[in-house]
């Protein structure tokens, strides 16, 4: 099983505030569904409530400290290791989010889609991760302008851990 980490974070390192995305980039959005579909999706429940509903097209797995959470669509889980092994003889599970579920998985995942909007946000939940500099090499990158629809310019990065 490969494992997969994808964000989209600000210049300053922001990926949330109010447990929203502080941008709407339309493009994202679609470069977000084309690499999660198919694909199982684990995230963290604050995560799952900012987007409101399950995922068509993909198992939604929620991370929760709640042991009587249920979920209508989604699959609960209690720790990250629980979500892990259930998914273990997939080709590629993604981790969609939020900050603590990227801390606690960065170390073990295999690659990273990255959307880098040219701007900086307030917030208050942030992608730090220094290791991008020595761990991991850069292995694709697409750069785009800002147009009608999306009004900030932003690049695709793709990530793979050193060998």
């Not at 099983?1 to 994808?6: A, D, E, N």
């Not at 969609?96 to 889609?113: D, F, K, P, S, V």
């Not at 942030?126 to 302008?145: D, G, H, M, T």
Request: charged share 25%; glycine share 6%.
């Amino acid at each position: 099983m490969k494992l997969s980490l994808i964000v989209a974070k600000s210049k300053n390192n922001v990926i949330g505030k109010n447990n929203q995305m502080p941008w709407h980039l339309p493009a994202d959005l679609k470069h977000f569904k084309q690499i999660t579909m198919g694909k199982p999706i684990i995230m963290g429940r604050k995560t799952f409530d900012s987007i409101g509903k399950p995922l068509p097209g993909r198992r939604n797995m929620i991370i929760s400290r709640d042991t009587k959470l249920s979920i209508a669509g989604c699959d609960v889980f209690h720790g990250i290791d629980d979500a892990l092994k259930a998914v273990k003889n997939e080709p590629e599970v993604m981790i969609i989010g939020g900050a603590n579920l990227y801390e606690q998985t960065l170390a073990r995942a295999h690659c990273i889609y990255l959307t880098l909007i040219d701007a900086e946000f307030e917030g208050d939940t942030f992608f730090l991760a220094p290791e991008l500099n020595k761990e991991w090499q850069l292995v694709s990158e697409e750069k785009f302008p800002a147009d009608d629809k999306n009004l900030f310019s932003y690049a695709f990065q793709v990530y793979k851990k050193s060998e």
